[in-house]
């Protein structure tokens, strides 16, 4: 079966950097492309973003250019959401998300990231 | 890219219908028939409920259902049960290969 495991969580002071991985297993991972979307403490789900899983090309949604950062090991099924120089509002649950038929099947569990000094 | 439009609540009683709506632009829902809808429980990840604006994944209650007029898309949930109290959320593609969630909405099954 399809499954995304994610790492698990952070507490980084602001002006760190954080990779969070997203392990994919159950599919040929080159085959379905993979979107990040964060979700704020309390608040609704924000698209950040997706990458070709077979190119390797990224887009990202206004507000995450810059310090967002998405990347691939297909050797080990694996994409990765890098954020650099954190901030509080950066404090969020991401999540990866399989998509298939423009919509998002398969979730990761989400991996809680805390900005604080 | 704004938000799509979401009621902030909704509210039923068991066995009762309610439909949530999901207002966007001719950039997004309005020229695509790419809404899928996800509800979410607190403390899980979302879960597809809705794709390609009317289509049930397999295993997802045929009490979900969707459909689109214009710039709007929605999800109804008849037959309402207690295990459907959750957070809804509508996503819609948009030009250029991006895509744009709704604000989310609250189901409280009274």
């Known amino acids: 079966q399809v499954q995304l495991v994610q790492s698990g969580s952070e507490l980084k002071e602001p002006g760190a950097s954080v990779k969070l991985s997203c392990k994919a297993s159950g599919y040929t991972f080159t085959t379905y492309a993979m979107h990040w979307v964060r979700q704020a403490p309390g608040q609704g789900i924000e698209w950040m973003g997706w990458?070709?899983?077979?190119?390797?090309?990224?887009t990202y949604a206004q507000g995450f250019t810059g310090r967002f950062v998405f990347s691939l090991d297909t050797s080990v099924s694996t994409a990765y959401l890098q954020i650099s120089s954190l901030k509080a509002e950066d404090t969020a649950v991401y999540y990866c998300?399989?998509?298939?038929?423009?919509?998002?099947?398969?979730w990761g569990q989400g991996t809680l990231v805390t900005v604080s000094s | 890219q704004s938000a799509l439009t979401q009621p902030a609540s909704v509210s039923g009683s068991p066995g009762q219908s309610i439909t949530i709506s999901c207002t966007g632009t001719r950039s997004d829902v309005g020229s695509y028939n790419l809404v899928s809808w996800y509800q979410q429980h607190p403390g899980t990840a979302p879960k597809l409920m809705i794709y390609e604006g009317t289509k049930r994944p397999s295993g997802v209650s045929n009490r979900f259902s969707g459909s689109k007029s214009g710039n709007t898309a929605s999800l109804t949930i008849s037959g309402l049960q207690a295990e459907d109290e959750a957070d809804y959320y509508c996503?819609?593609?948009?030009?250029?290969?991006?895509?744009?969630f709704g604000g989310g909405t609250k189901l409280t099954v009274l």
């Open positions: 996503c819609s593609y948009a030009l250029p290969s991006t895509r744009v």
């Open positions: 990458i070709n899983t077979n190119s390797g090309n990224p």
């Open positions: 998300a399989r998509e298939d038929d423009y919509s998002f099947d398969n």
